[in-house]
């Protein structure tokens, strides 16, 4: 027999970014039952990280990516249907090695390196309602951005940039999502509450980044700047894929990651910390990489993705 024929049906049609899951999901499943106390408090994220390596390994193991688009849409792209709710489920683990916000540590830093926080400097010299809007939108294109990544390469059947991409963005956000639990920052919004002075105002943008801030963000989830990170990998796929678009994203990445500190939700340590991981992330990938067309030039990796099939 040989070795393919030995390994599970599971392995055998596995990709990177599944293990990445049910790597994470069993790795704070771990981490929970080491440091949770008392254990009965976390009840409801055992069952999830549970609940959510479970699915991972019900679609690897009978959805067939080469079984027609809709199921090459499941097995593709699930990670980044889960993405949102393994966010949310970092809230109830903030506290899981520390019983406070260590937001002071990161002021105290930036306060040594800049000789002021950037983010009560802007408020002080630097707001204006047209700049506002401006950083607004780009951080608020944060929001689209991924699901229309994702889309748009599985409408071309890009099917190997999808594995690629996916691979690099689990990376980001788990690295990001454990290092909430690491080492919980709450950010300047809530940190600086009582000295700010000024409102960040603008008719459209702003109002609308407020609000999904206000429905959907954890508090707590600040180091690093997970946003920072998966736009810029993003952005970099498509400078590597997609040159034109990658242009266009240039300086909306750049204004999101400029935004962030403005809209007063990161420090600006979150945003390099975010940029470093999304970087790490995709080095790693495609550096180890199964890709026949690695040492192809653009136009013929081009071409290549133009005909590649599901596999």
């Known amino acids: 027999m040989t070795e393919q024929a030995a390994r599970s049906p ?29 254990l009965a408090d976390y009840t409801d994220e055992l069952v999830f990280y549970a609940a959510m390596a479970a699915v991972a390994l019900l679609i690897m193991r009978f959805v067939d990516s080469s079984g027609g688009r809709w199921q090459a849409l499941v097995r593709l ?5 889960m993405f949102t709710f393994f966010y949310r489920a ?19 830093f930036e306060n040594m390196l800049l000789g002021a926080n950037p983010t009560l400097y802007i408020d002080s010299h630097l707001l204006n309602v047209w700049t506002n809007e401006i950083l607004s939108f780009c951080y ?3 929001y689209p951005m991924l699901p229309v990544f994702l889309i748009a390469a599985f409408a071309k059947k890009h099917y190997r ?9 689990c990376l980001t956000f788990f690295i990001s999502y454990l290092l909430f639990s690491l080492y919980p920052v709450e950010g300047p919004r809530w940190h600086f509450a ?6 960040v105002e603008g008719p459209i943008f702003r109002p609308l980044v407020e609000m999904v801030i206000d429905r959907g963000a954890v508090r707590g989830g600040a180091m690093p700047s997970s946003h920072t990170g998966i736009a810029l990998v993003i952005m ?19 204004g999101l990651a400029i935004g962030t500190v403005w809209g007063r939700f990161h420090y600006a340590s979150d945003v390099f910390a975010g940029a470093a991981i999304g970087i790490f992330s995709l080095i790693l990938v495609w550096k180890y990489q199964k890709s026949p067309t690695r040492d192809v030039s653009p136009h013929k990796e081009q071409k290549e993705l133009s005909r590649q099939d599901v596999s």
């Open 161 to 169: 940039v999808i594995r690629e991409f996916s691979a690099a963005a």
């Open 77 to 81: 792209l699930y990670p980044g249907a």
């Open 194 to 199: 009582e000295l700010y002075t000024n409102s």
């Open 236 to 254: 970099l796929f498509c400078f590597r894929y997609y040159r034109k678009a990658g242009w266009v994203l240039l300086p909306i990445v750049t």
């Open 10 to 38: 599971i392995a055998r049609t596995a990709y990177a970014f599944d293990w990445i899951v049910l790597g994470y999901c069993l790795l704070m499943l771990s981490a929970i039952l080491a440091f949770g106390r008392p």
């Open 90 to 108: 970092t809230g109830g683990l903030m506290f899981l090695l520390t019983d406070q916000f260590l937001d002071w540590q990161v002021v105290t």
């Open 140 to 142: 608020f294109s944060y």
